[in-house]
């Protein structure tokens, strides 16, 4: 028994001690792991994406939902507010027209106005802010001669093309110049028509030449000079002043000394209001006629020069006006403004003009890529404003010539009776 007991707790022994053999073996517990997640499946390698090519020089892209953008340089401030915002309006009203006729391939169009404020320097500021703007597609404007010549060589350079609805100097336009167009008729008509009225149509020969010194006003002045003279008339004084002047009596008196029987003024219209009133007041020139141009053909010339400004003539580069287009214009402008447009200025129409113009020639170039973008390339645009034919405005059918002249009619003159212009003569327009 005693045998049996000892090699039963030997056994027990033995045991234990493997028993803590293995359990002093064992590798001390860790945290469960997570379950194991089987691979994601292999994803096809996709090339990288292509970065957005810019556009190419020159070529405007309007994105799905944005504006097809039209500057403007619009005299807004300066000697001829009222017209510049006349002109302004003439443009809006083209732009509505544009939109509700839907565009181009449902691109709808924005006018940029910004203040020319008939000043070359101010033009050059509007001509900088449009050449650094890429969505500007085309520009209507300047108002004025010098303004004009402010936006002409920067234009030029950022190829962006330009319609003048008003600045009438004959170097506005010219063979160097791509750009260049507009639909006013040039002072080099205006000039020699209205010397040809002075000596044909009134039969005087001996007139003096006043002009403000600018652009415009200085370049008709020796046009209509040097057509005057070459009838076989005679110029007794030319006389420069200056936009802003309000005095114009010492130069009055040194020119009745001449006893001139017209007294021409090429300049704008409060100038040009001055100087009739004071024309009253200068012993020698209280009966010498005065004829004035298309820069002073405003209400604000009647209004500033008052009973003075009875008999006075007032030349105006007009349009072959369609009698219905022009009706159906007015209507939308009143109705939007609220006040006539010949309250204002004269060139309402041709500013209405210059937007179709580039309207159309956009329609004839632009384009939709496979991404939906407007694609309009400028170089494509000057073309196609130079080979307008047969295009149906407000002031006549326009057709540009290869130098950029778009305008359609000729000269008209006014006489002013009871306050009011009356059209004594006209050239080169159907009667």
Do not use: W
């Not at 802003?244 to 209001?273: H, K, M, Q, V």
């Amino acid at each position: 028994m005693r045998d049996q007991t000892v090699r039963r707790f030997l056994r027990f022994v033995a045991l234990g001690s493997t028993i803590t053999l293995i359990a002093a073996c064992a590798t001390p517990t860790q945290p469960a792991a997570e379950p194991t997640q089987p691979p994601a499946a292999a994803q096809p390698t996709q090339p990288p994406e292509a970065p957005t090519a810019a556009p190419a020089p020159g070529v405007v892209v309007v994105p799905p939902g944005g504006k097809i953008r039209i500057g403007g340089s619009f005299a807004l401030t300066g000697p001829i507010p009222d017209p510049g915002k006349d002109i302004r309006q003439g443009a809006e009203i083209a732009i509505d027209d544009a939109n509700a006729a839907g565009g181009v391939n449902g691109f709808l169009f924005e006018l940029v106005a910004e203040d020319g404020a008939c000043s070359g320097d101010q033009g050059t500021v509007v001509a900088n802010k449009f050449a650094a703007d890429p969505t500007i597609v085309a520009v209507t404007g300047g108002t004025c001669s010098g303004e004009t010549f402010g936006l002409k060589p920067i234009l030029q350079r950022a190829r962006i093309p330009f319609v003048s609805p008003s600045a009438t100097n004959p170097a506005i336009t010219s063979e160097d110049c791509d750009v260049c167009n507009r639909v006013a008729l040039s002072d080099a008509l205006q000039g020699e028509v209205d010397a040809e009225f002075v000596y044909k149509q009134l039969g005087l020969r001996k007139v003096a030449v006043m002009h403000d010194s600018s652009d415009y006003g200085k370049g008709v002045a020796e046009i209509f000079r040097d057509a005057f003279i070459k009838l076989g008339g005679e110029v007794v004084a030319f006389e420069g002043a200056q936009v802003g002047d309000t005095d114009f009596r010492a130069i009055l008196t040194r020119i009745a000394t001449n006893a001139p029987e017209l007294l021409f003024f090429g300049g704008y219209s409060t100038e040009a209001a001055l100087i009739t009133q004071q024309m009253k007041e200068v012993a020698g020139l209280q009966n010498t006629k005065f004829l004035g141009t298309d820069g002073a053909y405003t209400q604000q010339y009647l209004d500033t020069a008052g009973v003075a400004a009875e008999g006075a003539f007032m030349s105006y580069v007009a349009g072959d006006t369609q009698a219905d287009k022009l009706a159906a214009f007015r209507e939308k402008y009143i109705a939007k403004f609220g006040i006539e447009p010949e309250k204002l200025g004269p060139f309402h129409a041709q500013s209405y003009d210059s937007v179709l113009l580039i309207v159309d020639a956009i329609k004839r170039v632009a384009r939709v890529d496979s991404a939906g973008n407007l694609i309009i390339d400028r170089e494509a645009l000057i073309k196609a404003i130079r080979e307008t034919k047969d295009l149906a405005g407000i002031t006549g059918t326009l057709t540009c010539s290869p130098i950029g002249e778009c305008g359609a009619g000729g000269v008209q003159v006014f006489t002013v009776e009871n306050g009011q212009f009356k059209q004594v003569y006209g050239f080169g327009l159907k009667q």
